[in-house]
């Protein structure tokens, strides 16, 4: 290092709180705090108005959706939570809330496990964590609505993903552990045993009605406790920097108008240089007379093949070299599109006369179909084609012919 750039970096280090030795050339870190004020209760303030600063951030990206951004600020909070040894109430609520949204953004992932007992979903376990938010929520009507959004998803969500098992279960967990109503509780038996995933109920207790309820506690809540003391500094050092800044923006604003209009300058030199040349004229076409289609529709073979003629006269004209490679590309894309167009219409042809035409299903082979469903389950069409000859039919068309027989109550769906 040179000595006449030390002295410099000595002054800014001693801004900063660090001090250097001229002769070793180390650096030491000074306290920047006051002596008689511990730090320890310095770094707990300051871990306070971090976990604040998380909480908001935690808050905007439920809103936004941001998965992934929502899980790294989780995980930093739970980091900086640990680290602190005692937390104010509000901070707890805070905590409870945090772990509430983490069970609401994983909700729909039903392998996640929240709590001991793996059998609970993430909205079974959302709903005990809600059950102890009660005195904070100021709002009866709010903390009830989602109270019942949260029971009717948690077995929504099974049904949406197609476990109807996991759905039983939780209708049944839900009548054991909580205070489901009962009018609620019949609804939802109902809608688990038809396996009704679009049922005008469940859209009235929607997902989004759920995360919309979600969001306006959240609103109140923050309006009730404010958390953005960090927010709001940022925001004053933000501005400062912008009033800094501006100056030195107005400069380069300059400098670079002045460089764009030397550029552009030179362009339009360019440009008139181009233009001012002299234009070659590559063929003469001066004795040929343009092609011109005879009357009446002709098909595309004898069309191609008189383009491709005009084509050959007008390369009659040119160098050698030049006619000779032209040819050659001009037959190879004549013979290209002819072979082309020929397969197409073969493919036409063979896929009209191959087409399978089924009429009606007989009895023997409706009888077969539900020996199949009874021996495989439902679903299985693959294994129930191995086992009988359908006629050509495909698994598709099995399904729809099962469809067909269950809605005209001709099978036993117990």
Not at 356 to 365: A, F, I, N, Q, V
């Amino acid at each position: 290092m040179k000595k006449s750039v030390f002295p410099v970096i000595v002054k800014s280090l001693k801004t900063l709180g660090m001090e250097a030795d001229p002769n070793n050339k180390t650096l030491t870190i000074t306290s920047t705090t006051d002596e008689s004020v511990c730090f320890t209760d310095v770094e707990t303030v300051a871990k306070r108005w971090m976990i604040d600063f998380s909480f908001v951030s935690l808050c905007r990206f439920f809103k936004e959706g941001k998965f992934e951004e929502f899980n790294q600020t989780i995980s930093t909070l739970e980091a900086i939570i640990d680290s602190t040894p005692h937390l104010k109430a509000e901070q707890k609520q805070k905590k409870q809330i945090c772990g509430f949204l983490a069970r609401i953004m994983h909700g729909k992932h039903l392998d996640v496990p929240f709590d001991r007992d793996e059998r609970l979903s993430p909205l079974m376990s959302a709903v005990g964590v809600w059950a102890s938010q009660k005195e904070t929520v100021a709002n009866d009507t709010l903390f009830e609505h989602v109270t019942n959004l949260l029971y009717v998803q948690s077995v929504a969500v099974c049904l949406e993903k197609g476990n109807c098992t996991m759905a039983s279960s939780a209708l049944k967990w839900l009548e054991e552990e909580c205070e489901i109503p009962r009018n609620l509780g019949i609804k939802l038996s109902l809608i688990v045993s038809k396996r009704d995933t679009y049922h005008p109920f469940l859209l009235n207790f929607s997902w989004n009605r759920l995360l919309e309820n979600i969001q306006t506690f959240l609103d109140r809540f923050l309006e009730e406790h404010p958390s953005d003391f960090l927010l709001q500094a940022a925001t004053k050092v933000v501005k400062a920097g912008q009033e800094r800044g501006t100056g030195e923006e107005s400069e380069t604003q300059e400098a670079s108008s002045t460089t764009s209009q030397s550029t552009e300058h030179s362009k339009e030199n360019q440009e008139t240089s181009v233009l001012m040349r002299p234009k070659k004229k590559l063929l003469s076409t001066r004795n040929i007379q343009p092609w011109q289609p005879v009357s009446g529709k002709k098909p595309a073979l004898t069309l191609m093949r008189k383009r491709g003629d005009y084509l050959m006269k007008l390369v009659e004209r040119m160098p050698r070299v030049c006619k000779a490679v032209i040819k050659a590309k001009v037959s190879t894309r004549l013979t290209y599109r002819r072979a082309s167009s020929e397969t197409a219409l073969n493919s036409t042809t063979l896929s009209t006369t191959n087409r399978k035409t089924h009429g009606k299903w007989p009895w023997d082979l409706d009888r077969a179909l539900k020996v199949g469903v009874k021996h495989h389950g439902e679903g299985k069409w693959s294994r129930i084609l191995l086992e009988h000859d359908f006629q050509g039919r495909t698994g598709v068309q099995l399904k729809d012919r099962w469809r067909i027989l269950k809605k005209a109550h001709k099978v036993n769906t117990e």
